[in-house]
């Protein structure tokens, strides 16, 4: 009996762990917890950005689209007494107004329409369309009632991107320089040849690394050369 009770009681010293080897496990937990959830967290990160990488990517692409399609077809319009109004009769670093050619049922009658792109108070871009309505033989009048779309998206500011959303070649080349209030003057509207578009779109409202910046300069191909105001 004494020896059973003396095994049961090396049994009962030998039974758990020591606060040594209790203080590693738990060490080695947390260890392993620490880089589950880093590894957890910056995989959350990563596909939330390129969530909104992606997001961003295509406003912006649409964005760029919509607007390139609409001032490659810039046209002048013909007045009564021989003499054509500009294309253009509105241009500033962030809006513009121009009258653009519209394909209509066939391939050869086109319609004008007066579009205008500009940056609304939350800095979202939008575009009102006026559809001409014939005014005499080859004359047309913008009297119609303007349909306004939002292209989607928050466009960051030039001094935030570094771009403005607009700038203006001629037909030499040159960048024409808007005045101060960032606008291109009535003489200098019929010298615009191309339009370079800088678009930077950002879910956030600022430059920051999930922003999607597109440029693309368009020609005027229907422009063969100024037109007289």
Do not use: C, H
């Not at 047309?140 to 939002?150: E, I, L, M």
């Amino acid at each position: 009996m004494t020896a059973l009770r003396r095994l049961l009681a090396r049994a009962r010293r030998d039974e758990g762990v020591s606060l040594a080897e209790l203080l590693v496990a738990i060490m080695v937990f947390g260890i392993v917890l620490a880089v589950v959830s880093t590894t957890f967290v910056s995989l959350t990160k990563a596909t939330a950005q390129a969530r909104f990488i992606d997001v961003n990517t295509r406003v912006a692409s649409n964005g760029l689209n919509d607007l390139s399609r609409t001032i490659r077809a810039a046209r002048t319009i013909a007045q009564p007494g021989g003499t054509e109004a500009s294309a253009f009769t509105l241009a500033t670093t962030e809006s513009l107004t121009l009258t653009t050619a519209v394909n209509t049922a066939d391939s050869l009658t086109t319609v004008p329409r007066r579009v205008t792109y500009r940056l609304e108070a939350d800095r979202t871009l939008s575009s009102s369309t006026v559809v001409a309505t014939p005014l005499q033989t080859d004359f047309w009048q913008f009297t119609s009632p303007a349909t306004k779309r939002a292209l989607g998206g928050t466009v960051v500011t030039a001094a935030s991107s570094g771009s403005p959303l607009f700038t203006y070649l001629d037909f030499t080349g040159k960048t024409l320089t808007p005045d101060a209030s960032g606008a291109l003057t009535a003489s200098q509207l019929p010298s615009i040849a191309a339009v370079t578009i800088s678009l930077t779109i950002d879910r956030t409202s600022s430059m920051s690394s999930q922003a999607v910046t597109l440029q693309n300069t368009v020609s005027l191909s229907n422009l063969a050369g100024g037109a007289t105001t």
